[in-house]
């Protein structure tokens, strides 16, 4: 079964309004997640890594104020796509490192497509 | 110039044949390389890790060639199941956890 649960797995929205993401650990503490996106055919592109009890890091040509990251507990990080845009529709997924056994686990994804 | 170059494919291939996917990367300070397999639509799952001396399991063997920096992943003996995208992946120690992915190699085996 899946140990990284990623909710929800689909979601269509409005252009303008925003979406949260959630990516839970379900049974292990992941000090540090990971924030992927990719486009049709591309491949995956790493948005952010998100850190426990402290502010996202986020990579070149991102914006931290569109794509906010909260990853509040060590189960638990959230990805907020605000005024969403039709160009935001892709495929956002998220990877949690397990703390006790550096080894990383993905999200089942999301879909997401503004309209 | 990107960081993990793969050919894209796509690789069509009977059932029963062998096929090998290369990929390189770019950055010599690279310390781990990975495969992974992605469905159409699903998450990536990984495949195997690939280490310095070669490694297999089962009908996948996997070379890394760090001089060349040069990966490469070897299928025998097709199957059905195995049509999917084949992503290489690398880290890199100052991105820490985070994964490099390349475009990945799509491979679709026929009956």
């Known amino acids: 079964g899946a140990v990284v649960s990623q909710h929800p797995s689909r979601v269509i929205c409005k252009s303008g309004t925003s979406v949260k993401i959630e990516c839970r650990s379900l049974d292990f503490q992941a000090t540090t997640m990971f924030w992927y996106r990719q486009f049709p055919k591309q491949s995956l592109m790493l948005m952010a890594t998100s850190n426990e009890g402290s502010k996202a890091t986020y990579e070149q040509g991102v914006e931290k104020d569109k794509f906010l990251i909260n990853h509040a507990s060590l189960t638990l990080s959230t990805l907020t796509v605000t005024s969403a845009h039709p160009e935001d529709s892709s495929f956002y997924i998220c990877?949690?490192?397990?703390?006790?056994?550096?080894?990383?686990?993905f999200g089942e994804g999301s879909w997401l497509t503004v309209v | 110039r990107k960081e993990v170059e793969q050919d894209p494919g796509p690789f069509n291939v009977p059932e029963g044949a062998t096929v090998a996917f290369n990929c390189t990367y770019s950055n010599s300070a690279s310390q781990s390389f990975f495969w992974y397999r992605q469905d159409c639509r699903k998450e990536p799952k990984l495949l195997m890790s690939?280490?310095?001396s070669g490694n297999e399991d089962g009908r996948f063997t996997a070379q890394l060639n760090r001089a060349s920096q040069y990966i490469s992943l070897l299928i025998r003996d097709s199957k059905l199941s195995d049509s999917a995208t084949y992503l290489c992946v690398v880290n890199n120690a100052d991105s820490g956890y985070a994964l490099n992915f390349g475009k990945g190699t799509s491979l679709l085996v026929t009956p």
């Open positions: 990877s949690a490192r397990r703390d006790s056994q550096n080894t990383i686990y």
């Open positions: 690939v280490y310095s």
